[in-house]
């Protein structure tokens, strides 16, 4: 089978089938960024970490000077988070670390009593356009 262009695979995607596979993708990435961040990782997870977000970091360098097309870094950074075992970095963080690094907003309020507005029903989205 014929690999497809990258504006043809979004274009054969539903909104809810390209977030899930954006999140797919970029979940575990953020995860361990932000994990790493805080150090709340363990020593050898966090080396581990170290190296996959380095290569990420070198697969988005390559796609921001044009050296790869979108394609070949969205292949590229699914083939590292595919080797982000989450049960093993979900043993490995250090809860009390990261509880004592986290910030909780503030909720917000408005005029209907304190609930946050939330977009309606009927909100629109806009369509992509690369």
Do not use: H, K, N
Not at 4 to 25: I, N, P, Q, S
Not at 33 to 58: M, S
């Amino acid at each position: 089978m014929p690999l497809l262009g990258y504006d043809e695979c979004v274009a054969r995607l539903t909104r809810r089938e390209f977030a899930e596979a954006v999140l797919r993708v970029l979940g575990p990435v953020a995860l361990l960024r932000e994990l790493r961040a805080r150090e709340a990782l363990a020593a050898p997870v966090r080396i581990a970490a170290g190296d996959l977000l380095a290569r990420v970091d070198e697969a988005s360098r390559a796609l921001a000077s044009g050296a790869a097309r979108p394609a070949e870094w969205q292949a590229r950074v699914e083939e590292l988070a595919s080797r982000a075992d989450l049960d093993d970095l979900r043993r490995a963080v250090d809860l009390d670390r990261l509880s004592r690094t986290m910030t909780v907003a503030r909720r917000s309020s408005d005029s209907r009593g304190g609930r946050p507005s939330l977009p309606t029903a009927t909100a629109t989205w806009p369509r992509c356009t690369w």
